[in-house]
């Protein structure tokens, strides 16, 4: 009777693996689709990438500058393991010489101040400048809130700049 009951238990945790199983599976996909997003040889400070894992169903989000980033970022995110649905949600933004210099600009305001130039020396800068259409808004992670505010005050000192969304996010120490 006991080979019967060990042999069920085996066969059904065979069967349906339990929450924590698929929860670890969960946490892969989102650390291998982060990965492979970053990894993008032309995603940059201009860009942002956000995702969400539901179940085998990956959703792309975000804004990017170039129509091949989103088609790029669809193609890696497809290849990962596990993936079965990509519900490709990216924005590309629109082109404009005006958004170009008001990017650049703000790039130079934020990366040239004092206190935020560290963040420039990473591979991909952490605070990401996304302009649309005259509109700013930052995204990413800073240390602490002056750091926050900081790049609030430079962006907000750009010409031409119509508006500033700040939506950088202090990380948790």
């Keep these: 009777m006991r080979k ?18 698929a929860a670890n599976q ?3 996909l989102v650390r291998e689709v982060r990965h492979e997003l970053v990894m993008l040889p032309y995603y940059g400070v201009f860009d942002h990438f956000a995702y969400r894992v539901e179940g085998s169903t990956v959703v792309l ?8 980033l989103k088609t790029s970022a669809e193609r890696v995110v497809k290849d990962i393991e596990g993936v079965q649905k990509i519900d490709n949600q990216i924005e590309v933004l629109p082109t404009s010489p005006m958004d170009d210099q008001i990017r650049l600009a703000t790039y130079r305001a934020i990366y040239g101040h004092t206190a935020l130039s560290r963040y420039a020396l990473r591979a991909v800068p952490t605070i990401h400048i996304i302009v649309k259409n005259g509109n700013v ?6 240390a602490n809130e002056g750091d926050k505010n900081i790049a609030n005050l430079m962006a907000n000192g750009v010409s031409n700049v119509f508006s500033v969304k700040n ?7």
């Design 4 to 21: 019967l009951v060990l042999l069920t238990i085996l066969a059904n945790s065979a069967l349906f693996p339990p929450a924590e199983a």
């Design 26 to 28: 969960n946490e892969r």
């Design 61 to 68: 989000l975000g804004q990017v500058t170039r129509p091949t």
């Design 137 to 142: 808004t930052l995204k990413g992670a800073v």
């Design 167 to 173: 939506e950088l996010v202090v990380d948790k120490e």
